[in-house]
């Protein structure tokens, strides 16, 4: 098991700070996913943490930089683009290379190729490989050195429905095992069920970092629907404690206040209840609440 820990990381173009001063910890057992905008600074954050870009800070992989492994397949495996091979070799091929660098037998080759449904193409020319074929390839490379730690960025790129569905049971298999994941997705769905903890970034700056459920009921644009007879009465009291009250087909929707305060609101003026809802937040409303001060023009910049 490996503990990730970022510590600093940040990275200038130009003018530009595209990654500002980030900190982290991704922990074993758990599928930690990372989310930001266009240009917000995700790929850039995951080329520094596998030292492929010079900036500031470090990351440690159980105390360790990613280039003082000495079998770094062994350690970390890594997915940070669609199709990261030689289009012409075959894809059994592409893997034995990497096998071979890393002191991997031929035997994990074939073990990672059925694993991830590739294993009727292994003579297949990746070149000619769809996109979802190429991330399978890729997520294949990733898992040779059966490692411990897994970054990925935009894995489900390409893929099916059904391919989304099996790289979601794998991932949360893989965790379950003890490894520690590290997931970028523009998939908000997906990730709500896929990851147990949230790294979110705007701009390159750290704007949210814990487990989902946290950062869901952090979120504004949670309520609770508030059926009540006595609505005139209750009205005015939630309202004095700070709710912000609007009323959608006879129901109060009550913002800013959660079910307890509410009912014990309630009870304390004498208002009958006949129904209290909590209505939670999604994983999308959430992200586009907190990135809403973040979001970049789209036209362009590091994904």
């Not at 669609?82 to 290379?97: E, I, V």
């Not at 002191?103 to 073990?111: A, F, K, M, S, T």
């Not at 990730?191 to 704007?207: K, N, P, S, Y």
Request: aromatic content about 4%.
């Amino acid at each position: 098991m490996a503990l990730i820990e970022a510590r600093g990381l940040g990275k200038t173009y130009g003018a530009k700070r595209a990654v500002d001063d980030l900190s982290f910890v991704v922990r074993p057992g758990s599928v930690t996913g990372f989310l930001g905008p266009n240009g917000s600074g995700k790929s850039t954050t995951m080329r520094l943490m596998l030292g492929l870009d010079n900036g500031d800070g470090s990351t440690t992989f159980d105390g360790r930089r990613f280039g003082e492994l000495e079998h770094p397949m062994r350690h970390v495996g890594a997915l940070l683009e669609a199709k990261p091979f030689h289009p012409t070799r075959h894809a059994r091929d592409h893997l034995r290379m990497l096998a071979a660098s890393n002191r991997i037998p031929d035997g994990r080759v074939d073990e990672v190729m059925d694993l991830v449904g590739l294993g009727s193409v292994a003579k297949g020319k990746p070149g000619k490989f769809s996109l979802g074929m190429g991330q399978r390839l890729g997520l294949a490379a990733a898992l040779l050195g059966n490692p411990h730690t897994l970054i990925l960025d935009e894995p489900s790129n390409g893929l099916d429905p059904q391919g989304i569905h099996w790289l979601r049971d794998l991932l949360k298999h893989l965790a379950g095992e003890g490894r520690a994941v590290f997931v970028s997705s523009h998939l908000l769905q997906e990730m709500a069920v896929l990851a147990d903890q949230l790294v979110v970034i705007g701009r390159g700056r750290m704007l949210a970092n814990g487990a989902v459920s946290e950062f869901i009921s952090r979120s504004s644009l949670g309520a609770v629907e508030v059926r009540s007879p006595d609505a005139a009465v209750l009205a005015p009291r939630l309202t004095a404690l700070g709710a912000e009250l609007t009323s959608e087909g006879g129901v109060l929707v009550a913002r800013g206040l959660t079910a307890e305060q509410i009912g014990d609101e309630a009870h304390a003026v004498g208002a009958r209840l006949h129904q209290l809802v909590t209505r939670q937040a999604t994983l999308e409303e959430a992200f586009l609440e907190a990135t809403g001060l973040a979001e970049e023009f789209r036209g362009g910049g590091e994904a």
